[in-house]
């Protein structure tokens, strides 16, 4: 199996900030590429976008996956919210992969990723194939559960909150403008203005305990050429439906269909 002996390289990329993003590429010999975006406080590591590639890379096709600006081995300080800058940082790395030749099959982000994809599509008309697993449509939920009830109270007078773990140690700092970006990025408008050459497709698990199933259902509706498939039983990080997500993606990008549409 030429996919087991494929080098991985470790690739570095600076995005518009000056900031170097760390990224690993999986060449399988064919220019087809899946680029990988991990979710909140995650990375290129996390056990979702690993399993994926290993999926991806099986039907020949190469992967990259990389850690956004100020996550995992990347440059630049954590942020809350962020969602256009990280759409930025994607759109380094789609560039790059053009510059050395690749043809960029399709962008696959999960959780805060597939925010990120879905604001990516509607920034750049440079993808031709989405996958958005498990996004978050409201952006305005789930924000209490963690930062607290008050939360707009809060960052009003003191200007940002400190995120604490149980033993109270600052896990990362909200400020008024991050929370403030996440809240006006309206996924909305954004999935309006995705243009009808995009390929479109949603995986998310029914049992989600973090972003209920009904966000994917509101993609659905206002994203013209838009595929959905619910993983039943599956939860945010589809822990024991990790084939069952691996075979939704890998049959959406190599499906005839697909590629017909958007050749």
Not at 71 to 87: C, D, L, M
Request: net charge negative.
């Amino acid at each position: 199996w030429f996919y087991e002996t494929a080098a991985t390289h470790r690739v570095l990329i600076t995005n518009k900030h000056g900031e170097k993003l760390v990224g690993l590429l999986h060449p399988t010999g064919s220019n087809r590429i899946v680029v990988l975006c991990h979710g909140f406080t995650a990375s290129k590591s996390s056990g979702v976008i690993v399993d994926l590639a290993d999926a991806i890379i099986k039907q020949g096709i190469s992967v990259f996956r990389f850690d956004f600006s100020g996550n995992g081995e990347s440059e630049g300080v954590f942020q809350y919210g962020n969602y256009r800058k990280e759409a930025e940082d994607l759109h380094s790395i789609v560039s790059y992969l053009y510059q050395e030749k690749y043809d960029v099959a399709a962008v696959v982000g999960h959780s805060k990723g597939g925010d990120v994809v879905v604001l990516y599509a509607s920034l750049y008309d440079d993808v031709r194939m989405v996958v958005n697993l498990s996004g978050r449509f409201y952006l305005e939920k789930g924000i209490e559960e963690r930062l607290g009830k008050e939360f707009l109270d809060r960052i009003n007078k003191e200007g940002y909150i400190d995120v604490t773990n149980k033993s109270g140690n600052v896990l990362y700092t909200v400020t008024k403008e991050s929370l403030m970006e996440r809240l006006n990025t309206d996924m909305h408008a954004t999935s309006l203005s995705i243009s009808k050459e995009c390929s479109f497709f949603t995986v998310h698990g029914s049992a989600d305990e973090i972003i209920p199933v009904e966000d994917a259902y509101e993609f659905a509706k206002h994203i013209p050429t838009h595929k959905l498939c619910v993983v039943e039983g599956a939860d945010h990080c589809y822990t024991r439906h990790r084939k069952e997500l691996s075979d939704a993606v890998v049959g959406f990008i190599t499906s005839k269909k697909a590629r017909d549409t958007t050749l």
